[in-house]
């Protein structure tokens, strides 16, 4: 039953005696596995082939000595198919909401087992509850999946059913981005990371109860990588939050980082469009490297010099970059003021007269938005 064929598991049914066959499908072993809990965990394939076999509502409900029923191990094992768990719940519906000795539902198993997508999503399509209950250990289904380092689209399909589940800590304090954070950063971190900060932009900040926020949790060898992951994240236009959290213990290591161009955290920043340009991110950069405006890469270019493209584009709102930082100097960001500071006008400093120019246009902005703008433009004027 592990993992023969179907012809030899047909084979062995066929010359069971008539009226035994429910009593061998019965039957267990020392880890009280009966045949189907076998199939479920080992060998799923032969299920769906062989369904006279397996299908009885007494095995159905048949636990192990953990306490799982043929669902739970269905579910754990990646080969399984959406196919198979959908006629398993049709059999036995209530297995949906039946926990194993450690309080996991069916949807903790996948996720702890890596399932499928098609088959995480059908759980929660037929239980949307369970992306809301905890096991015994206080874990959410979206932390079973954060600790096994699950695909990122499992974390978008766990989170999309339950956003507030980014919100919530296990037993030992830690929100699932605590968990995400043990492992070893990839591409594919970077996706999850930003999902989960999205839904709890915060959580940065938090500690578990061993007092370690969840940058705490990056492996300390790290350091060069994970400051080349913020760059990719600067690069495609991620949340400020997420190149925060890569940077937040290796500051001091950034601060030297160099590509092979010569180009710093900062050029990268401002090496975009107008429409791509990040004000939060600028801000941000400018904050931790204050001295990074006067950084010259292989080509001779500050990131100032990379800006002057962008300075005059003007967004869909008809707001140039200037009047873009301007807000972010007059209303907190988030979640803490990140400060515009005298860099930031240095930075910007060019294309002054269109600046004034399109003042006029600003009518409409709130006093005090306006009375920011009209001063940093006045600081325009004092020398570098």
């Known amino acids: 039953m592990y993992y023969a ?10 010359n069971i005696r008539p009226g035994r066959h429910r009593n061998h499908m019965l039957t267990t072993n020392q880890s009280w596995w009966t045949p189907l809990h076998i199939a479920c965990y080992c060998n799923p394939g032969v299920i769906l082939l062989t369904p006279q076999v397996f299908f009885c509502r007494d095995i159905l409900e048949k636990r192990d000595n953990n306490g799982n029923l043929p669902l739970h191990l269905a ?53 949307s509850n369970a992306a809301s209950q905890k096991n015994l250990a206080g874990e959410l289904p979206l932390h079973v999946a954060c600790k096994n380092n699950v695909p990122p689209h499992i974390i978008l399909c766990l989170l999309s059913f339950f956003p507030d589940a980014a919100k919530e800590k296990d037993d030992g304090g830690n929100l699932p981005i ?33 007092g370690k926020v969840p940058s705490c949790l990056f492996q300390r060898d790290l350091g ?47 090496n975009k469009c107008g429409a791509e340009i990040s004000c939060q991110t600028i801000a941000l950069l400018l904050n931790l490297f204050p001295e990074s405006p006067k950084i010259v890469n292989n080509n001779g270019q500050t990131p100032k010099d990379l800006l002057q493209e962008a300075a005059t584009y003007k967004d869909s709102a008809g707001r140039l970059l200037l009047h873009r930082f ?15 500071t005298a860099d930031v006008i240095n930075l910007l400093q060019m294309h002054i007269l269109t600046a004034f120019q399109y003042q006029t246009t600003m009518a409409c902005y709130h006093y005090t938005m306006l009375a920011s703008i009209i001063g940093i433009v006045k600081m325009f004027c004092l020398p570098c």
Request: include cysteine; proline fraction near 3%; hydrophobic fraction near 45%.
């Open 178 to 210: 605590h968990l995400e954070c043990q492992h070893h950063i990839d591409l594919l971190s970077l996706e999850k990371l930003e999902a989960l900060l999205k839904e709890h932009p915060i959580s940065l900040y938090l500690h578990n109860n061993d």
């Open 5 to 14: 064929p179907v012809r030899v598991i047909n084979f062995m049914v066929s």
């Open 75 to 127: 579910c754990f094992n990646r080969n399984a198919t959406s196919d198979l768990i959908n006629e398993l719940i049709m059999l036995y519906p209530l297995a949906l909401q039946k926990t194993n000795d450690e309080g996991n539902l069916p949807l903790h198993m996948a996720c702890a087992g890596k399932a499928k997508e098609e088959v995480i999503r059908k759980l929660l399509e037929e239980n």
């Open 326 to 340: 301007a807000k972010l100097k007059a209303s907190y960001y988030a979640f803490c003021e990140l400060n515009v």
């Open 224 to 270: 060069d990588e994970l400051i080349s992951y913020a760059m990719m994240a600067i690069r495609e236009g991620l949340s400020v939050h997420l190149i925060m959290l890569l940077l937040a213990d290796f500051q001091f290591e950034a601060l030297f980082w160099r590509d092979e161009n010569g180009n710093c955290l900062l050029h990268h920043a401002c």
